[in-house]
């Protein structure tokens, strides 16, 4: 028999939950992706498929999500100043030139949150992974 399902993480809910879902569970909760695309990694093991919900992607390795992209998460978007995230995420953010890291506590996983930043120091986009693999 097949294992039950999850349920859909409430709309506003850390998305970090998405984290571990198989291909069937994500299918089953949101439907059919409005689009897949392939990403190449510097190693083959490396290349994901990546299912695209909105503004949310969902890059897998073999049958399992172990990251997700957002344009906003945790009370931060996409376009605000980086000196936002410390602000936000508290003192365990550690800032790089074009990021900033910050280690999610209490999940299933080792999880990280990134916030990637451009030359003007503003936020372009986040991600949350498996820090393991």
């Not at 990694?41 to 503004?55: A, K, L, R, S, T």
């Not at 100043?81 to 602000?87: A, F, I, N, Q, S």
Request: charged share 25%.
């Amino acid at each position: 028999t097949a294992a039950p399902l999850r349920a859909q993480p409430a709309s506003g809910e850390d998305p970090s939950v998405f984290i571990g879902f198989s291909l069937g569970e994500l299918v089953e909760i949101l439907g059919a992706p409005e689009r897949v695309y392939a990403v190449r990694g510097n190693e083959v093991w490396q290349d994901d498929v990546v299912f695209v919900y909105g503004e949310r992607e969902f890059y897998f390795y073999r049958d399992r999500v172990w990251q997700v992209g957002l344009r906003s998460a945790f009370g931060i978007s996409a376009g605000e100043k980086r000196e936002v995230v410390p602000l936000v995420m508290g003192d365990d953010t550690v800032a790089a030139e074009d990021h900033s890291l910050v280690r999610l506590r209490g999940r299933a996983w080792p999880m990280n949150v990134r916030f990637n930043h451009d030359e003007r120091g503003m936020v372009t986009s986040i991600f949350i992974y498996r820090s393991d693999f």
